[in-house]
C-alpha cells in the first residue's frame, strides 16, 4: 500500500520559513520523482516544486523560485520542501505527491503523478 504523509506544516509570520516533509512507503522511492502542490479553497491545486529521481534535477514554480528549495533522501524515502521568506500569499494545504516519470512538462501538472499526499496546512499571517 503506498502512502505519502506530510508533516512540518503549522503559522509562521511573514519572513519566517518552515521545512515540509514527506515520508513516502509502498513505492519504489528512487523511481519516482517527487513534487510539492499547494491548494487554497475553491482554487485549483497548484504546482510549486518537482524534484527527479536522482534528485539532481528540479523545478520550480515562478512564485517560489529563490525562496523555496526542494531536496530528497532516496536512502530514507523522504522529500523535504525549505520554504524561507515566506509570505501571507503562500498560505495553502501543500500536498507531496509521486510521478513515475522524469518529464517536467508532466511534473508541472497534477495528472503527472500517480499517489498523493493527505495535506498540510501551512498559515503565513501577515
Known amino acids: 500500500q503506498v502512502q505519502l504523509v506530510e508533516s512540518g506544516g503549522g503559522l509562521v509570520q511573514a519572513g519566517g520559513s518552515l521545512r515540509l516533509t514527506c515520508a513516502a512507503s509502498g513505492v519504489p522511492f528512487s523511481r519516482y520523482s517527487m513534487g510539492w502542490f499547494r491548494q487554497t479553497p475553491g482554487t485549483e491545486r497548484e504546482f510549486v516544486v518537482a524534484?527527479?529521481?536522482?534528485?539532481?534535477?528540479?523545478y520550480y514554480a515562478d512564485s517560489v523560485k529563490a525562496r523555496f528549495t526542494i531536496s530528497r533522501d532516496n536512502a530514507k524515502n523522504m522529500v523535504y520542501l525549505q520554504m524561507n521568506s515566506l509570505k501571507p500569499e503562500d498560505t495553502a494545504v501543500y500536498y507531496c505527491?509521486?510521478?513515475?516519470?522524469?518529464?517536467?512538462?508532466?511534473?508541472?501538472?497534477?495528472?503527472?503523478?500517480?499517489?498523493w499526499g493527505q495535506g498540510t496546512q501551512v498559515t503565513v499571517s501577515s
Open positions: 524534484v527527479s529521481w536522482s534528485g539532481t534535477t528540479t
Open positions: 505527491a509521486a510521478g513515475a516519470n522524469n518529464n517536467f512538462r508532466q511534473l508541472r501538472s497534477v495528472r503527472g503523478y500517480d499517489y
